[in-house]
């Protein structure tokens, strides 16, 4: 019995066509069963690498590469919120910022409130230098975060 659901499976074959190798496929096969399952469990991994004819091994070579993904024992909440933490930001506050999101939320850097809605990271960069500090939102910038932007921010996240 395949654990992937057959949208999964669809939409990783989608992205077949589009380059030069099957095996190329693996960083947006990846993405996809992350995004929809918050954590890349074994069973995935091996559905991949039959659908891409890697060796399980290969496919986990490249998750842990990244350490975007997680496995199940750290899945992700429903958003995951990342603290920018290079440069630009520290300078402006980030690491101070960090601290306040990890009280506010009364979960460590790494971790999920228990209410499985957010997971709390920090970020080598997020691309928003311009803006710092900033945090990412699942895929949505959010820049110039005070503290109180944060809580309000937090509030609304919880709300959700």
Request: proline residues 5%; contains cysteine; glycine residues 6%.
């Amino acid at each position: 019995m395949a654990f992937l659901s057959d949208d999964i499976r669809e939409r990783i074959q989608a992205y077949i066509p589009r380059y030069p190798s099957k095996q190329a496929v693996t960083l947006p096969a990846l993405h996809i069963v992350h995004d929809e399952l918050r954590c890349v469990p074994n069973e995935a991994i091996r559905e991949i690498a039959d659908l891409l004819d890697l060796a399980p091994a290969e496919v986990h070579d490249t998750m842990s590469f990244y350490q975007f993904f997680r496995e199940p024992e750290h899945t992700l909440g429903q958003t995951r919120l990342w603290v920018c933490r290079t440069l630009a930001c520290a300078l402006r506050g980030a690491d101070d910022l960090l601290e306040h999101c990890s009280k506010k939320l009364g979960v460590p850097v790494g971790g999920t409130t228990s209410d499985g809605k957010i997971t709390l990271e920090f970020a080598e960069c997020i691309g928003a230098c311009e803006g710092a500090p900033a945090v990412l939102v699942n895929d949505e910038h959010v820049m110039n975060v005070t503290h109180e932007r944060a809580d309000a921010l937090i509030g609304e996240l919880k709300s959700r």
